[in-house]
């Protein structure tokens, strides 16, 4: 088996904008954020994001938000760039986004996931987190249904 690649995970800065584009631009085309919320979201109080580095790279981000006194939160998204799946970077991340959520006093945390991703379902479920609804036709227009999930942990 070929060893995984030294990796490094750190919060993100604004500074990682550019290479957090490229990434988000890559893994969803025509579903991208904007520069402008994805700017928005790393200078909000109510999140936390982290980036994997893989030397000078950035190959992986994820994005929590959990406003301090909710309770609750929700994964905003994750990405692994396509050459370092399946190498255990997106369970790191989850690992972190969990833990910066357990910090925040987050008791559940929500998210949702295509109907036509078994894969990142699968990730979530290894994580504890479990289906609690459907909402048809919920992404356009590719008219894909998005299920929601739930993860419970203690605060
Ligand atoms: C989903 C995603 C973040 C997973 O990242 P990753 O680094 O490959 O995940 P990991 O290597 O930590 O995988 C952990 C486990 O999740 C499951 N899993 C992850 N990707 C999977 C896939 N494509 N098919 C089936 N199971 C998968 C497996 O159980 C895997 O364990 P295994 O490799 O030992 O079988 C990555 O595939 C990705 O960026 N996809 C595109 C963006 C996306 O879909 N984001 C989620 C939007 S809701």
Redesign the pocket.
């Given at each position: 088996m070929a060893a995984a690649p030294a990796i490094r995970v750190r919060d993100a800065e604004l500074a990682d904008l550019d290479a957090i584009m490229a990434l988000e631009i890559a893994?969803f085309p025509g579903d991208a954020w904007s520069r402008d919320l994805m700017a928005a979201e790393l200078a909000s109080p109510h999140t936390v994001y982290v980036v994997v580095e893989s030397g000078d790279e950035i190959v992986a981000y994820a994005g929590l938000s959990a406003p301090a006194g909710a309770g609750q939160g929700d994964i905003q998204t994750?990405?692994?760039d396509p050459t370092h799946?399946?190498?255990?970077?997106?369970?790191v991340l989850m690992r972190e986004l969990l833990g910066a959520a357990r910090a925040r006093g987050a008791s559940e945390v929500f998210l949702e996931?295509?109907a036509d991703?078994?894969?990142?379902e699968?990730?979530y479920r290894?994580h504890g987190f479990a289906r609690v609804g459907v909402r048809p036709h919920y992404y356009q227009p590719d008219d894909v249904d998005a299920i929601v999930m739930r993860w419970e942990g203690a605060a």
């Open positions: 893994t994750i990405a692994v799946r399946r190498l255990g970077i997106g369970t996931v295509r991703n078994p894969g990142a699968e990730l290894r």
